[in-house]
């Protein structure tokens, strides 16, 4: 044994070109590598968009680096640049194959990934570094240059490299570091509803006219709000027969989304939690695949095609069929496609949300906040407003089963293992304080005159959704109303954010909220001009114009209002059944889902922020992730290194 280790000792300081090599101190007490995944949210094309997050999140969470962002861009949105260099189509569609700076990938399975290698720690004075790169193919990778500089290379997926560097001293010696890289690649679904998707917080907002566009209503009577930037079109009501308003530019000038028919958008908390923990773990590269939609039920939607929620212009109304493809379908497709590059390949995670939908939520909302008159009578006779009652027979005789289908439609996704799928619940939308309902009114809710919460209706809806609804999802979601196999069927369950959202319900207004939000939006329903003629060229009473209005900008209401929605998204209702699709532009059905169906009653992207937060953690621990405080990065392996050094090649 005595000989064996003087062999062994003898071998580590064989010389290179004659120069002595020294071993490898511990990490941490001198030079030492370190490296990390370049780019490694593979859902961005380019690393800048990547580090600018990076930036963004160094310090209090996904909350924190929201309101960074926010004020970075003057409360216009990050969104709006990053939505043209995405790994998708203009429809959403994910690529097959993307241009990620400057590298042709498979996006769902590539093979290798870039990553930077970089010296850390104290290096002693040297005449430069001789580094290889070996992950067992036979063929090392060499490059030679400053020891003080960051060596790029692309690394296979999810197998060992060793990385050896030569410090090569000026006394002539070389001192060897050696360490073990492994890049894991994660799988990660987006699925559910319009939480899920993140309806409510376009990537790029609409563009706001300081004009007025006029909307007839129901029994007659018109008013005007302000309309689309850039639309030359007709803006009064006095429209011949014979003339399309839909032609022209209007569609032009519509938000921008990730997904246009499925309202998906980056400020989605499922987004956000992918991008967190590609943030926080560099050796980690996160693949991201986005399938929220918004409307979707467990049954249409998930299960089975839905309607398109909208086909706006420019670019993706030639891809938008009026159908959306089912979340299970598409997401089998697309595992399909990877199992042929590795054939065991299942999900590492999904983030789930859904079944708020089901359960006829919007109809309790429009239940809620539409006065009675010609517009809640058209609505109710149409299905669309629904009462506590309905939803609770839903909830007791129709979710649990539905809520089965989609327990057993994802188990083979993810290895029969449903604890890989996050379930992240609802934040109560319309609580002014713990326990506390909003008072009701037309706070938030005038930009449509027949627009007004009901305070005992909606009393009523918040105390379902507080006692009844989210007890129920989460029974459902961690098995507490009894599975077949608890142990492989019980998700993991976020509801940490709930606390939170009690005190930033759609009725919260702070002193720090923007200039426009307290001087605009008035408590008691007089933001807009009530005259026609003074409205028709400045619709707004507080004297600001309505471009003013900041989407992204913080403030107290994690929820969006029906203003918030009409100011943010204002979208044509392209989603609803032909029965009840407007005539043309001036329509008062038009008028009245212009208010709502860009995501009124969803959260604002600080509420996704503050959801993503909550569900980081419980992310870690399904995917067996160190917290960023317990975080390694670099691994040295132990010596001794019994075989000498190769003259490394001086070409990258």
Same mark, same amino acid.
């Given at each position: 044994m005595r000989s064996l280790f003087v062999v062994g000792f003898l071998l580590v300081f064989l010389t290179w070109g004659g120069q002595a090599v020294h071993a490898q101190p511990a990490a941490g007490a001198g030079p030492h590598i370190e490296w990390e995944v370049k780019n490694r949210f593979r859902l961005f094309r380019n690393e800048v968009d990547f580090q600018r997050h990076v930036a963004a999140m160094r310090s209090g969470g996904v909350l924190a680096a929201e309101r960074r962002l926010a004020r970075e861009t003057d409360g216009h949105g990050w969104a709006r640049d990053m939505i043209e260099r995405l790994c998708v189509d203009r429809a959403g569609k994910l690529l097959e194959l993307c241009d990620r700076d400057g590298e042709r990938e498979s996006y769902l399975a590539p093979h290798d990934h870039r990553v930077g290698v970089t010296l850390a720690g104290t290096l002693p004075a040297n005449e430069g570094c001789a580094w290889s790169f070996d992950d067992g193919d036979g063929h090392p990778r060499q490059v030679s240059g400053p020891c003080d500089e960051e060596v790029k290379a692309r690394l296979v997926s999810n197998r060992p490299t060793i990385a050896s560097v030569d410090i090569i001293l000026t006394d002539g010696t070389a001192l060897r570091l050696v360490s073990e890289i492994v890049v894991r690649h994660a799988l990660i679904a987006g699925m559910g509803d319009s939480i899920a998707a993140g309806e409510g917080n376009p990537d790029r907002a609409v563009r706001l006219s300081d004009q007025g566009f006029c909307f007839k209503r129901f029994g007659g009577g018109e008013y005007y709000r302000p309309g689309r930037a850039g639309f030359s079109g007709n803006k009064s009501c006095a429209t011949m027969a014979n003339e399309d308003t839909r032609a022209g530019d209007w569609a032009q000038q519509s938000a921008r989304w990730l997904s246009g028919p499925c309202h998906r958008s980056l400020y989605s908390y499922q987004m956000r939690t992918a991008l967190a923990l590609a943030i926080e773990n560099s050796h980690l590269a996160v693949t991201f695949i986005p399938l929220g939609c918004s409307g979707a039920t467990i049954n249409a939607g998930f299960l089975n095609n839905q309607r398109a929620r909208e086909c706006p212009s420019p670019g993706t109304g030639a891809a938008c069929s009026g159908?959306?493809?089912?979340?299970?379908?598409?997401? +089998?497709?697309?595992?399909?496609?990877?199992?042929?590059?590795?054939?065991?390949?299942? !999900?590492? !995670?999904?983030? !789930? +949300?859904?079944?708020?939908?089901?359960?006829? %939520?919007? &109809?309790?909302?429009?239940?809620?906040?539409?006065?009675? $008159?010609?517009? =809640?009578?058209?609505?109710?006779?149409?299905?669309?407003?629904?009462?506590?009652?309905?939803?609770?027979?839903?909830?007791?005789?129709?979710?649990?089963?539905?809520?089965?289908?989609? =327990?057993?439609? /994802?188990?083979?996704?993810?290895?029969?293992?449903?604890?890989?799928?996050?379930?992240?619940?609802? $934040?109560?939308?319309?609580?002014?304080?713990?326990? +506390?309902? @909003?008072?009701?009114? =037309?706070?938030?809710?005038?930009?449509?005159?027949?627009?007004?919460?009901? &305070?005992? =209706? !909606?009393?009523?809806?918040?105390?379902?959704?507080?006692?009844? %609804? /989210?007890?129920?999802?989460?029974?459902?979601?961690?098995?507490?109303?009894?599975?077949?196999?608890? *142990?492989?069927?019980?998700?993991?369950?976020?509801?940490?954010?709930?606390?939170? %959202?009690?005190?930033? $319900?759609?009725?919260?207004? &702070?002193?720090?909220?923007?200039? %426009?939000?307290?001087?605009?939006?008035? &408590?008691?329903?007089? +933001?807009?001009?009530? *005259?026609?003629?003074?409205?028709?060229?400045?619709?707004?009473? @507080?004297?600001?114009p309505a471009s003013e209005f900041r989407p992204y900008a913080s403030r107290a209401r994690w929820i969006r209002t029906a203003n918030d929605s009409y100011f943010t998204a204002m979208t044509y209702p392209e989603g609803l059944p032909s029965v009840l699709q407007p005539s043309d532009l001036h329509d008062a059905l038009w008028g009245l889902f212009a208010a709502v169906y860009g995501g009124a009653v969803h959260p604002t992207a600080e509420g996704h922020a503050a959801m993503a937060d909550a569900a980081l953690p419980v992310a870690r621990q399904a995917l067996g992730l160190p917290g960023p405080d317990t975080l390694v990065s670099s691994e040295p392996l132990p010596l001794p290194n019994l075989l000498p050094p190769q003259l490394p090649s001086s070409g990258r």
């Open positions: 159908t959306v493809r089912a979340q299970i379908a598409e997401l +089998t497709e697309l595992l399909a496609a990877t199992r042929r590059h590795q054939a065991d390949r299942s !999900l590492d !995670l999904v983030l !789930l +949300t859904i079944g708020a939908n089901d359960i006829f %939520f919007s &109809g309790l909302i429009a239940n809620v906040m539409i006065e009675p $008159g010609s517009e =809640r009578s058209l609505l109710h006779r149409h299905g669309i407003i629904a009462t506590v009652d309905d939803a609770q027979k839903v909830l007791d005789r129709e979710l649990p089963g539905n809520f089965a289908k989609a =327990r057993a439609a /994802l188990k083979p996704l993810v290895g029969g293992n449903l604890s890989r799928v996050v379930y992240v619940s609802y $934040g109560n939308p319309a609580l002014a304080g713990p326990n +506390t309902p @909003c008072a009701g009114g =037309r706070d938030g809710f005038d930009v449509h005159p027949a627009f007004a919460a009901d &305070g005992e =209706r !909606l009393r009523q809806t918040v105390n379902f959704v507080s006692q009844k %609804f /989210l007890p129920g999802i989460r029974a459902l979601a961690r098995c507490e109303d009894g599975c077949r196999d608890p *142990s492989a069927e019980r998700m993991s369950f976020v509801d940490l954010h709930q606390a939170a %959202f009690a005190s930033h $319900g759609a009725c919260a207004r &702070g002193a720090d909220d923007p200039a %426009f939000d307290r001087e605009c939006f008035s &408590g008691t329903g007089e +933001t807009f001009e009530s *005259s026609l003629t003074k409205a028709a060229t400045d619709p707004m009473t @507080c004297g600001y």
